[in-house]
C-alpha cells in the first residue's frame, strides 16, 4: 500500500468498494489487529481495522451521534454510561456533551487504536480522553462486562464487525453480561452492521439478545461510507418502559442536554425505529 494508490474493501465474496490514497498517515500491525489511517481528498482521512473501514473524518458524525444520543435523548439526565470499544473517540465526545453525566467508562481491547487515533484522527476525540469523568480501560470488553459489580444507565457498544476481536462482541456471553451491568431502567445499544448485506448481524443479536431483554428493537441510519445502505443499531432493555417514544419528551431531553448535532433531532429519532418489511420478516417479530 502506497501514496497515490487505491485502497480496497472486501465488502462482500462478490464486490467491495476502493478509495484512493492521498498519501498514508498510519500503518501498523497490533496484537490484534492491522490498523491503516490514510487520507482520501473526498472522505478526509479514513481508519480502517483488519481491511475494514471503521470510520472517515467526513460522514463520522452520522454514525457517532445516533449510536450516541438515541439512547441518551431518551434516558434523559443519564448519569453513568459504559462504552465498549469506540477507540477513536468519537463516541466519547459525543457521550461526554452531556452535563448530567458523572461517570464514563470506556473500555477498548486495543490501545494502539486509542493512540493513532489521537493523533491521527484527533477531530473524532476532541480531547474527551482528558475529560474528569473518563475512566479508559485497556481491556477485553466481555471479560469487563463480566466481572463489573457497577450498574449503568447507557451501554454503548461501538465495535467492529464480528471479525477478530469484534466477534466475542455478538457473543450471548457479552450480551448476558451487559444485561447484568445495565440498570433496571437502562438502555443497551450496539452497531449491527448494513442489514443489506450483512443481515445475520441483525437476526443472530436479535436472537442472543432477547434471550436476557425483555424488549429488543433496532433502528438505522445511512452512513455514506459504510457501503450498501442502512446501518442497523439494536437496542435493548430490561423492560418495555421505553416502548413509545413520546416526541415532546424527547425534544425536552434534547434541549436540556443543549446539544448541537448535525444528524441526529428528536424527529430524526422516531423515525429512525420504523424498519422495512424485509428487515421485520428476517428478525421475524
Ligand atoms: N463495517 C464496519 C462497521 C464499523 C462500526 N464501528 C466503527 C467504529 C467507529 N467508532
Redesign the pocket.
Known sequence: MVKNSIWYEKIHPNFGQYFFIENILHHEQTMFQEIIIFQNNFFGRIMSLDG????TEVDEFI??EMISHVPLVAYGHPKKVLII??G?G??LREVTKYKSIEKIIMVEIDEKVVTACCQYLPNHSRDAFSDQRVSLQISDGVNFVNSCRDKFDIIIV????PIGPGVRLFSPEFYRGCYNCLHERGIFVA?N??FFLQSEYVSNSYSNLIKYFKDVKFFQASVPS?YGGMMIFAWATKNSVWGNLDLKVLKDNYISANLSCRYYNPAIHISSFAMPQYVLDRIDI
Open positions: 475494514i473501514l471503521q470510520t454514525y457517532h470499544g469506540g477513536d468519537a463516541s461501538d465495535c467492529p464487525d452497531q452492521g448494513v459504510y
